[in-house]
């Protein structure tokens, strides 16, 4: 029987979820402005103020691995 040699595979996961955590306000944001019939520009200004807040909730919850990303989106 052959065993996979998985070493630091808690560290990928940990990785994995928090790179979905950073991504999740965005893609919330897309299919808001994408499920819109009449796009106005309070409606974009909104969606852009919202998910800067919460992208700077995330900051704030001390990321390990995808501070560079959220620094790099806002």
């Known amino acids: 029987m052959v065993y996979l040699k998985l070493q630091n595979i808690e560290a990928d996961v940990s990785l994995l979820k928090e790179c979905s955590q950073v991504r999740a306000p965005i893609a919330e944001a897309l299919d808001t402005m994408q499920g819109e019939s ?23 919850q001390q990321l390990r691995f995808c501070n560079p990303l959220v620094d790099a989106i806002i």
């Open 38 to 60: 009449q796009d106005y520009l309070g409606c974009l200004l909104l969606t852009i103020a919202i998910t800067l807040k919460k992208l700077r909730e995330r900051m704030a």
